[in-house]
């Protein structure tokens, strides 16, 4: 392949991933499967077997990936909803922010809703994935609070990742049927 064949190709397969739904639905899976096998509320953290280490010490980093998977689910909902993506050739702020609740106001609520507990849920991870998953400190002292993760408030994560996720099939679902239909219909005419 050469140079030049090689950045086309590159090129053409970027597009595709950054605009395509299905790959940020993907990549959110996959990080919800990474965060799912360290956490030690779940059983798939008993697959790693390590008597001297405490999984409980590895919350901040499974809410850290949770929050990473439910950024790209919300950054796939935009896209479902037709946002765009790139600006100046560039991706857009929007797509390169870990701001979930900038992510939350973008979306179309008409079409899909979250109520204000749903909403807190995903701010509070926002700390997480810019700090408290990655670094023993934040950068403004202000920022700095100790916290844990309970039992009840996982199985509400798990229930809304699962809402979220879900809602993301459908609307990839529907627009892969619609795109159906018009090619169809074309085909008629």
């Known amino acids: 392949m050469t140079i030049k064949t090689e950045k086309i190709f590159r090129d053409r397969q ?33 697959e790693i077997e390590d008597p001297d280490f405490d999984f409980s010490f590895l919350y901040p980093i499974y ?40 992510l939350l106001s973008q979306i179309n609520d008409s079409q899909f809703k979250l109520t204000s507990e749903e909403k807190k849920i995903l701010i509070e991870l926002e700390k997480y994935v810019v700090w408290q998953g990655r670094y023993p400190v ?10 844990v ?7 509400i994560e798990q229930e809304l990742w699962k809402k979220i996720n ?19 219909n074309n085909k008629n005419v």
Do not use: V
């Open 14 to 46: 970027f597009s595709i991933a950054i605009s395509n739904p299905s790959a940020w639905l993907f990549e959110a899976g996959h990080l919800k499967k990474a965060a799912d096998r360290i956490c030690w509320l779940d059983q798939g953290h008993q």
């Open 166 to 184: 879900d809602y993301l099939i459908d609307s990839i679902a529907k627009s892969i049927s619609k795109k159906l239909g018009n090619n169809h």
């Open 138 to 147: 934040p950068k403004k002292k202000e920022r700095y609070k100790l916290s």
């Open 149 to 155: 993760h309970s039992t009840p408030e996982h199985l």
């Open 63 to 102: 809410r850290m990936l949770i929050g990473f998977s439910f950024e790209n689910l919300l950054k796939g909902i935009l896209l479902a909803q037709d946002a765009i993506f790139m600006e100046n050739g560039e991706i857009g702020k929007t797509f390169t922010t870990h701001n979930i609740g900038h």
